[in-house]
Each structure stands twice: as structure tokens, then as C-alpha cells.
């Protein structure tokens, strides 16, 4: 069985810009998750996504927006790029949503805002 | 506010010795802790996990232990191998399916 996986696996934008990712969970999985990795604050949750519904987010601005389709696949999408935003984003995939479900993750999008 | 807390970046353990990861919460609604391993250009794996309503998790070379009234966790790897270096996190749950990480532990096993 395929493991998750996201797509582009390295990009460089400008202040400004804005970015899309995407994330393919394995198959058969319906929950999304998005976490952002930096050095100095280890993983931190952006948002979960279930049956095209964001069921859960973090606490990060409203630049930044996901979304979830049909067939599982999810993109996040970061607007208005700003240097701190280069970060390392890994998506995870689960069965179900909710505790308790195993969450896989896919080896992430680097991100360099320059 | 970082709810979920490695205090040590980085440890280095001979080959064959024991390895003693910690980890250290605030929020007394996590019900579900776990431990993810994650290499170099790769996303984390899941390597074990323990609920609340145990203090001991044991899955052949790892063993999880749960404080809950000190609010502590920590991961003991035994004999540490080379393979097990690797960056740690912790992580915790609530009801949803959100997990907290903590800042992660870099191990190193040195042969």
C-alpha cells in the first residue's frame, strides 16, 4: 500500500506570494491533517480535515486555508508569504478522524520564503 | 504556549546502553500519548504509545512511562542500536485528533 504523499517536495517563493501543497493520503484513509515543523517550535497542528470538512484547527493565521476533496486528497494553501512561514509542512493521513487513530505522515514540503 | 515540552535537544547514548527520552506536558486533558521517530528528508513514524489510564507501555526494546501527577513521560530504548538515532517527538492527544508535539530530541548512538 502506497504511504502519503505530498507534492512538491521543495519550493522557493518571495515574500508575498502565495503557495499551494498538496497532500494524497493511502488510500482508504479520510482524515487529513496539516502540521507545520520549525527548529525552534517542533510540530505544530494547523488543521484536520474529514469527509471535505475542516473538523479541527490550530492556531495560526487566516492565511492560512486548506481544504479537502472528494477523493480524500487535501491541499493547504498559504497566502501573503512571509519569511517566518519557511518551514518544513508534513501532512498525515488516518482511518477515521478523532484520538486513538494512527496518524501516518508523509516526508513533507519544504518551504524556503526568501 | 508550548503545551508539550522536550527540554533536551540532543543525546548521545554508547551502543548497547540504555536510552532515556523526556517528556514533559501541561495539559491535564491529554488522555493519549505518544512517541514518533523521524529520520533525515522523512516525515515521523509512530513507534509507541500509552493511555492515561496506564503508567506502562512496553514494545521489545521500548518501554513508554507515564507520570501523570508529575505530568511526565519518558521513552526508554534498551540496548540503544545505531538505527535508533534519529530525532524523537513526543506528542499528546485529546479527544480530537490534533496531536501536540513537543520540540523533539535528536539521539545519537554512537557504535
Known amino acids: 500500500k502506497a504511504g502519503v504523499t505530498q507534492t512538491p517536495r521543495y519550493l522557493i517563493k518571495t515574500r508575498g506570494q502565495q503557495v499551494t501543497l498538496s497532500c494524497s493520503p493511502i488510500?482508504?484513509?479520510?482524515?487529513v491533517s496539516w502540521y507545520q515543523q520549525t527548529p525552534g517550535q517542533g510540530l505544530q497542528f494547523l488543521f484536520e480535515?474529514?469527509?471535505?470538512?475542516?473538523?479541527n484547527k490550530g492556531n495560526f493565521p487566516g492565511r492560512f486555508s486548506g481544504r479537502q476533496f472528494s477523493n480524500s486528497r487535501s491541499e493547504m494553501n498559504v497566502s501573503t508569504l512571509e519569511l517566518g512561514d519557511s518551514a518544513l509542512y508534513l501532512c498525515a493521513s488516518s482511518l477515521q478522524a478523532g484520538s486513538y487513530n494512527e496518524q501516518f505522515f508523509g516526508p513533507g514540503t519544504r518551504l524556503t520564503v526568501l | 504556549d508550548q503545551q508539550v515540552k522536550q527540554n533536551s535537544p540532543s543525546l548521545s547514548v554508547q551502543e548497547g546502553r540504555i536510552s532515556i527520552l523526556n517528556c514533559d506536558y501541561t495539559?491535564?486533558?491529554?488522555?493519549?500519548f505518544l512517541w514518533y521517530k523521524k529520520y533525515p528528508a522523512e516525515g515521523p513514524t509512530f513507534l509507541i504509545s500509552?493511555?492515561?489510564?496506564?503508567d506502562k507501555n512496553e514494545d521489545g526494546r521500548f518501554t513508554v512511562f507515564l507520570n501523570k501527577s508529575a505530568k511526565h513521560l519518558s521513552l526508554h530504548i534498551v540496548p540503544s542500536q545505531p538505527g535508533d538515532s534519529a530525532v524523537y517527538f513526543c506528542a499528546a492527544q485529546t479527544g480530537a485528533n490534533n496531536l501536540f508535539f513537543g520540540t523533539g530530541t535528536r539521539l545519537t548512538v554512537i557504535p
Open positions: 480535515y474529514f469527509s471535505e470538512t475542516q473538523r
Open positions: 500509552i493511555s492515561s489510564i496506564k
Open positions: 495539559n491535564s486533558m491529554f488522555d493519549y
Open positions: 488510500s482508504g484513509h479520510r482524515s
